[in-house]
């Protein structure tokens, strides 16, 4: 198959280019830009006059729901959602169940994920057996059945000795570790921001210093280990503060924060919706302030949709029994061409774009986020001066939950392209 898309702006945060430029692809990958190589005949051609040619987008936390949680979403969904929102590689946690703990089940999702022929998807393994943070799983097996990291999801390790044990082992072999920074006891059970809000509503609070002190404990273990770390989700000020003096310190540490943390504050709880119940909570004006400055700096490596597809029945229930979680994968886009356009130009399309593409690619160490001849040709192209509004009936994912409803959003993607095929095709 070979494809030409014409006409496009094409924007590689990569290497800087901007610039409007053809594409060539062919056996799924980039063989030329701007000049027609010789003896290429395109089976296709993809007029991209008015687009945005970007890197597909790469999503550092999708969760699936398979296996085990179809009546949540399924595979192909949720993958049909990637497609429709410009996501052509996505990590994802091991908290389905069974949890992936194990080579067998983590081979057969990526066969899975294979069979469905759209985005690339990278599984974490579970830390520890059953995410139950006692045994550590074999971490080499899991590895070459394809886990590109170690995750206990939204479960604590409880044990230090334990934690430290995992974090020996996988600095030993040079496995990444991707943990959510939140301690065992500190906000158990809480389910909004601790601060003046959540008193007047009455929800239980998950303090800051429950980041900040698995932050600590965390840095010393890294310290003594010398493990790597990708930190998951980061909410606070005070949190980043100690994330930007861990990377002075050159300790081997990456970061990423919720597109939801980016743009909303506990305020947006309102009157108790259960869009908004999110884990880690929405916090304060104060700390989304740090959070854009953070991005802007770079203590913040990737912003991630964190989507997680929930059912009416566990939504649509009083604020603190509703299970926590939001769609994403179809807003991650837009959410970070919102943060461009909501910062008066501090932020330029580049840098946006490359939060969610090159720089999330870095940081999951995968072949993905940028445009250029050898590498595999994945796109996304959009529209950047359409808006959609978002409606459940406008979302592809079995989740229709998310705090952004009836939010006008900018960017509609267009197509699609994975490995050289048009995944997504609303061109037509």
């Known amino acids: 198959m070979k494809l030409h898309i014409k006409n496009g702006r094409m924007i590689d945060p990569a290497s800087g280019a901007d610039q409007v430029q053809d594409i060539y692809i062919a056996a ?14 395109a089976n296709q051609i993809v007029d991209a006059s008015g687009l945005i040619v970007a890197p597909g987008l790469v999503d550092l936390s999708a969760r699936l729901r398979e296996p085990g949680f179809e009546y949540k ?7 049909q959602a990637a497609m429709r929102g410009g996501v052509t590689s996505l990590v994802c946690p091991p908290d389905t169940d069974p949890v992936l703990d194990e080579s067998g089940l983590v081979e057969m999702l990526k066969q899975r994920a294979r069979n469905h022929n759209k985005a690339h998807v990278y599984p974490l393994g579970a830390l520890t057996v059953g995410l139950k943070g006692v045994a550590l799983t074999e971490m080499a097996a899991l590895t070459e059945a394809g886990c590109i990291g170690f995750s206990q999801a939204e479960a604590t390790i409880e044990d230090t000795n334990t934690l430290q044990r995992a974090l020996q082992y996988a600095g030993t072999f040079g496995y990444t570790v991707w943990l959510r920074p939140q301690d065992a006891y500190i906000g158990k059970g809480g ?49 980043l503060e100690l994330v930007r003096q861990a990377k002075r310190a050159g300790l081997p540490l990456t970061c990423d924060v919720g597109a939801h943390h980016v743009h909303l504050t506990d305020a947006d709880i309102g ?13 304060s004006q104060r700390d989304r302030a740090a959070i854009h400055a953070a991005l802007q700096d770079g203590t913040i490596d990737a912003i991630c949709s964190d ?7 566990e939504k649509l229930l009083p604020f603190a029994e509703a299970s926590p979680g939001a769609t994403g994968l179809e807003l991650l886009l837009s959410l970070a061409l919102k943060w461009a356009e909501d910062s008066c130009g501090a932020v330029s399309l580049a840098q946006a774009l490359g939060k969610i593409s090159h720089a999330a690619a870095q940081v999951a160490a995968i072949p993905a986020g940028s445009i250029a001849v050898g590498c595999s040709a994945d796109l996304c192209l959009f529209d950047p001066a359409a808006r959609w ?3 459940a009936k406008a ?34």
């Open 191 to 239: 389910v909004a921001h601790s601060g003046p809000l959540a008193s007047r509503l009455g929800l239980s609070g998950v303090p800051v210093m429950a980041e900040t002190i698995a932050l600590h404990t965390l840095f010393e273990l890294m310290r003594a280990t010398g493990a790597k770390v990708h930190l998951c989700r980061i909410s606070s000020a005070a949190g």
């Open 307 to 313: 989507h997680t597809p929930v059912d009416d029945d």
């Open 395 to 428: 979302l592809a994912s079995q989740g229709k939950h998310t705090p952004f409803l009836g939010y006008e959003l900018p960017g509609v993607v267009k197509a699609t392209v994975v490995s050289g095929h048009l995944a997504f095709d609303a061109l037509r």
């Open 28 to 41: 799924g990958k980039i063989v030329a830009l701007g000049q027609t190589p010789a003896d290429f005949v």
């Open 271 to 283: 009157f108790f919706d259960s869009n908004a119940r999110l884990t880690p909570p929405l916090r």
């Open 73 to 79: 979403a399924t595979l192909e969904s949720e993958l």
């Open 389 to 391: 509004k978002v409606e």
